[in-house]
């Protein structure tokens, strides 16, 4: 069985590395019940393998060897599936699951014990100069397959829809859902009709809105005809 037992003789550096693998370990084992031990996730999860990548990475674009990051963050995209820009800034904590399609951009940063799903993107909108990429907070949930485009913040302990496309700021303790995305879900209150966010089921706004206004047509047509009726037309 695979064991983190600690050497004997280690120095502070091999201290602080040890714990923080140790650390990113147990994250994933809590969050994914389908992690039978700490050996699976080290040596198979492709998602932990990417953020180990990035941040030797971003160690060498921080320190102005971006030719050898980006060298590092494209091997591991090849192996891995996920995209990682050597620039980007991540916490500790970060589980990425599954993880194929993946993509974090340059100035995006992702605070602690985030989760992301497979096919996310936090990517830029092509209209922004500088800092073009979003901020998660602390413990975000980012479900399959959705997109948080631009350089704006989301709020800690926030949720984020699968399929869900993100392009304004969310309010910490929020849940956004839909195309482009609405909070449905603040500080634990509805703030429209939804169910808990299980990444499947929960009210589309859109279909909402379209609903509202198919509503609203068949009451003016029921008017219109009653006035004509009653005008004798």
């Known amino acids: 069985m695979f064991s983190l037992a600690l050497p004997k003789h280690r120095n502070k550096w091999g201290d602080l590395l040890f714990d923080e693998l140790k650390s990113e370990l147990d994250s994933i084992m809590a969050r994914d019940p389908a992690a039978r031990s700490r050996a699976e996730v080290y040596f ?44 980007a800034t991540i916490g500790k904590g970060l589980f990425i699951d599954h993880g194929m399609g993946v993509v974090i951009g340059e100035t995006a940063e992702i605070g602690d014990n985030c989760t992301i799903y497979q096919g996310v993107t936090l990517g830029g909108t092509g209209k922004d100069q500088g800092k073009r990429h979003p901020t998660l907070g602390n413990n975000v949930l980012v479900g399959s397959g959705a997109k948080v485009l631009g350089p704006f913040r989301v709020g800690d302990n926030a949720r984020i829809a699968a399929g869900a496309v993100v392009l304004t700021e969310v309010p910490d303790n929020a849940t956004a859902v839909g195309v482009p995305a609405k909070i449905v879900r603040l500080n634990g209150e509805k703030v429209s009709p939804c169910t ?36 004798g037309i």
């Open 196 to 231: 808990d966010l299980d990444q499947i089921h929960y009210t589309d706004p859109v279909e909402e809105r379209l609903t509202d206004l198919d509503r609203r047509l068949t009451g003016l047509k029921e008017a219109f005809e009653g006035y004509e009726n009653g005008a």
């Open 44 to 87: 198979l999860y492709s998602g932990f393998r990417a953020v180990r990548d990035h941040r030797v990475a971003n160690w060498f674009f921080r320190h102005n060897m971006k030719l050898i990051a980006r060298w590092i963050s494209q091997r591991s995209r090849h192996r891995t599936g996920i995209e990682i820009h050597p620039g």
